[in-house]
């Protein structure tokens, strides 16, 4: 039975949801949660704020699953609630988002890789809390969440063509902060 639900796209839970068993919202929930705790920490790099964003988030998407298309990806629909959410309150606080404090690196018998992995992670998170929401958001999607440019495009609701542009610049300016530092 588990292995069937897993089996399931996000599309068919959303379907199954909304027709008859609103218990089973629960799976999208489980398969979100990590990566959109994620994904609003590194906006707004605050655990607690995160986590009050994911969950505002996914009561707002269960409210509003009948506006759901289901023709259209879940991910970036579920997404683009978080990323509404995290800019909300950014405004409201008027703070600068930046990149969260780190990037999981799993742990292994390696120590020296192991910190070498730990210096490596620390020099990138420099970089990134150096660069501008603008650049570090598209950034983060497409390498830590592995986005397609137009699921980033949905997220951000910005054109394909300013998503690719935004990439290369952020790449650009990574460099340029990384060797800097």
């Known amino acids: 039975m588990q292995n ?20 089973f919202y629960s799976v999208i929930m489980k398969r979100y949660q990590d990566r959109l705790m994620r994904y609003a920490g590194g906006l707004i790099k605050d ?54 404090d780190g990037f999981d690196v799993e742990s292994g018998e390696d120590i020296e890789k192991d910190f070498e992995k730990k210096e490596i992670k620390e020099k990138i998170e420099k970089c990134l809390a150096d660069m501008p929401v603008l650049y570090s958001e598209p950034l983060s999607l497409y390498y830590l969440d592995e986005k397609s440019y ?4 949905d ?22 902060l990384c060797q800097k530092n």
Do not use: C
């Not at 069937?4 to 379907?15: F, G, M, R, T, W």
């Not at 137009?150 to 495009?153: D, L, P």
């Not at 910005?158 to 935004?166: K, L, Q």
């Open 155 to 176: 997220i951000l609701q910005i054109p394909m063509g300013t998503v690719a542009t935004r990439i290369s610049r952020a790449k650009l300016l990574m460099k340029k």
């Open 47 to 100: 655990k607690d704020k995160a986590t009050d964003i994911v969950q505002s988030s996914f009561i707002k998407a269960f409210i509003n699953l009948n506006g759901f298309d289901t023709n259209k990806k879940f991910s970036s629909w579920i997404y683009r609630i978080v990323h509404n959410e995290t800019m909300n309150l950014i405004d409201k606080n008027q703070k600068e988002a930046v990149f969260p």
């Open 4 to 23: 069937d639900i897993e089996k399931l796209s996000d599309e068919a839970i959303v379907e199954r949801v909304r027709k008859s068993d609103q218990e």
């Open 150 to 153: 137009e699921e980033i495009s």
